[in-house]
């Protein structure tokens, strides 16, 4: 969310001026396929994911209890699954199954293709991050983080890699935008802004992701996290499950919402994803091993005492592109195996 460049020029003309250099990753679970190429001399990514299918819905209400609530019924609409079907090829069948190939009527409004988002001009750490690599199991303890992880965050930090944010949280960058905003001048600590996430396309709410960016500019991650802030957390995630449902008149619940934050973040200011919980389709965004649900967090802040997060271990998973994983991460893996007594294995030979 917000790595969107903050040159004025057309988002069309910019990805008309692309040219094609490679392909990054393609992945068929999450149907995203993210493209290398420049753009006047500079690198740029693009990333396109297969749209939702959509459906109309439509709203009955029950009685005028204030506690009842809406029923959304689905049904079929013009460009629809069904109804949007302009070309149909069998493939195959077997008994009572079938198997096929459709081309459905598409609308930029109603039915695109699929969401398009551009990086440009990029850095080599975008392109390191989409582009495809192993993945490890990484046991971060507290001095692994003093010693390789926080020199890294102060570096970025001083490299100003957080403008972006900054323009959204005290600038018009994405004002149009924004979901919800509260920002007191006197109590930045309670202030907090949401608005929509980049893979989510803003219509289909069944894959509804936004983001929570707070202003509190003390935390870059869940390492700064301490048993003081519980309480902060805890009002933070109760506004989020009150303001977001209300938000889109109730079509998701509370408790229809995956609230969680990333270790490693992509970014280190503290921020908040909130998620549809029928979205399937976020890769390992969602998975063990880099998301931690926000209620999880708040209830470990009661029992790691007053330094929180800092004085635990945390296991988490990260790419072999990252540049923490080069910057001694990877020689953790190694130490903390072999003090377990597990051997690391050679990689395998190719054609074995």
């Known amino acids: 969310m917000g790595e969107f460049s903050s040159d004025s020029e057309d988002f069309a003309t910019l990805i008309d001026k692309f ?19 420049t753009i006047e001399g500079k690198d740029a990514i693009i990333t396109a994911e297969k749209t939702h299918f959509v459906f109309d819905e439509t709203v009955h209400r029950r009685g005028s209890d204030e506690d009842s609530k809406p029923i959304f019924y689905h049904c079929e609409g013009e460009y629809s699954c069904v109804n949007g079907i302009e070309e149909l090829k069998q493939i195959t069948n077997n008994d009572i199954y079938y198997w096929g190939l459709s081309v459905l009527r598409q609308n930029i409004e109603y039915n695109p293709t699929a969401k398009l988002n551009l990086i440009w001009p990029a850095t080599p750490v975008h392109v390191k991050k989409y582009e495809q690599q192993n993945f490890h199991l990484v046991k971060e303890t507290p001095e692994a983080y003093k010693n390789i992880v926080e020199p890294y965050i102060k570096e970025m930090h001083n490299k100003g890699r957080l403008a972006w944010v900054n323009n959204i949280l005290y600038g018009d960058a994405e004002a149009d935008r924004v979901v919800y905003k509260d920002y007191k001048e006197d109590n930045k600590k309670d202030s907090f802004i949401i608005l929509p996430d980049m893979k989510w396309d803003g219509n289909n709410l069944e894959s509804l992701y936004l983001v929570a960016i707070t202003y509190r500019n003390d935390i870059s991650s869940l390492r700064d996290l301490k048993m003081s802030d519980r309480d902060w957390l805890k009002n933070i995630y109760n506004k989020i499950r009150t303001i977001v449902p209300a938000c889109y008149n ?10 969680f934050v990333h270790y490693q973040p992509s970014y280190y200011h503290f921020h908040i994803h909130i998620v549809n919980i029928k979205h399937p389709g976020l890769g390992n965004g969602i998975s063990t091993g880099k998301a931690i649900l926000l209620d999880e967090v708040i209830d470990m ?11 635990k271990t945390i296991t988490y998973v990260i790419g ?18 072999n003090k377990e007594g597990v051997p690391k294995l050679p990689n395998i030979v190719e054609g074995f």
């Open 19 to 37: 040219q094609f250099v490679k392909v990054l990753d393609s992945n068929p679970q999450t149907k995203v396929i993210s493209l290398l190429g």
């Open 250 to 259: 109730y079509a998701v619940h509370p408790d229809e919402l995956r609230v």
């Open 301 to 311: 802040l009661q029992y790691l005492g007053p330094e929180g997060y800092m004085n």
């Open 320 to 337: 072999e592109n990252h540049d923490l994983w080069k910057r001694g991460l990877d020689k953790e893996v190694s130490k903390e195996l």
